[in-house]
């Protein structure tokens, strides 16, 4: 489970009798589950050391023995064979675990966040929002998700899953020989809202890693970017954090509004990730920067920890801060 995120309350928007309503359900409800959930986790656990120590065990046998007896090698063989079977027959019970974990921890945090609120432990963000979204441009071959959550807050509908796209490259040796490697494009939040503003183009927020990289020469570098012409503000701060680029100036500056750019600041020094925005059509695309997995069971640790559903409950009320920070729920601006 990730720990990337400071576990303080002041660090994000929750009441303290939400904190105390956790701290409540966790020792009502989420612990007893968490203990029931501990012998699941125990018996998977020694599993996998087991059938790893015969993988291991079985590969020296080979290695060591198979040249002096042949009834070795076969044994060897046989055993590294039996014990990948079995290593791999384990995701079975894996997906039971982490679905017994889902529906009887995961749940229920948000079910306590908003109770109204969508949940779906398999679900993710459609690959078309991803798409439409233009954060990120680039061709993935792979595109994965879970945790998708969906609702309403006062006046502003959402989503938002955990999300990790890849592409992949082939490279060829001298002798042949063909190599696979993945590479991530996106792994993090994802989300998108309903935005107060009718949005005729596209405006892009960026995190500014060019300048902040190369200087004055990554500044000739945002122009050359390709997406879309680069757009200067008077935030300085924000001018530090981001990079702005748009189809319409006029419509860029109209949608990062002072107050905007400060929330969208703030935001970004809150969980001190990558922090990705874009405005178009009618939604606001969101994307936030993990490079752990979020939300997932431990295995080979306890989980009965009420750090980790502090956590998580932080992780879950992202999506509050945003909306709340950047002000969505204002219907000043009409819509046609």
């Not at 303290?16 to 989420?30: A, C, P, T, V, W």
């Not at 060591?64 to 990948?84: D, E, M, P, V, W």
């Not at 960026?206 to 503000?233: C, H, M, V, Y």
């Amino acid at each position: 489970m990730s720990r990337e995120l400071p576990l303080t309350i002041q660090s994000f928007n929750i009441s303290m009798k939400s904190i105390d309503e956790l701290h409540k359900l966790y020792e009502n409800q989420l612990k007893p589950n968490l203990i029931s959930l501990e012998n699941q986790r125990k018996n998977l656990k020694n599993k996998y050391i087991f059938y790893g120590l015969g993988i291991v065990l079985s590969s020296l046998m080979v290695f060591f023995f198979s040249k002096q007896n042949s009834i070795i090698l076969y044994i060897g063989i046989a055993g590294i064979i039996t014990f990948i079977i079995l290593f791999f027959m384990l995701k079975k019970a894996k997906n039971l675990y982490r679905h017994n974990f889902k529906v009887n921890v995961v749940k229920e945090i948000i079910q306590l966040i908003n109770p109204e609120w969508s949940y779906e432990p398999n679900g993710r963000i459609s690959e078309s929002n991803y798409r439409n979204s233009n954060l990120f441009p680039s061709h993935y071959d792979r595109y994965k998700g879970d945790d998708l959550v969906s609702g309403i807050i006062e006046k502003t509908d959402f989503r938002f899953s955990e999300l990790h796209t890849e592409y992949k490259t082939v490279t060829t040796d001298k002798d042949g020989k063909r190599t696979e490697q993945w590479h991530t494009i996106f792994k993090g939040l994802f989300a998108h809202a309903d935005f107060n503003k009718e949005i005729k183009g596209e405006t892009l927020v960026l995190p500014d890693t060019a300048e902040k990289l190369f200087g004055n020469f990554g500044k000739k570098l945002q122009s050359a970017s390709g997406r879309g012409k680069l757009i200067k503000l008077e935030n300085t701060e924000f001018e530090k954090q981001f990079v702005v680029y748009g189809s319409d100036q006029v419509e860029a500056r109209y949608i990062l509004t002072p107050t905007m750019m400060e929330a969208m600041v703030r935001i970004k020094k809150k969980y001190n990730k990558n922090v990705h925005f874009a405005f178009s059509g009618s939604r606001v695309y969101m994307a936030i920067s993990f490079s752990k997995d979020l939300f997932e069971p431990r295995v080979f640790k306890s989980g009965v920890r009420f750090e980790d559903m502090e956590q998580m409950n932080e992780q879950f009320s992202i999506i509050q801060t945003i909306i709340h920070e950047m002000n969505l729920n204002t219907r000043i601006w009409t819509k046609d």
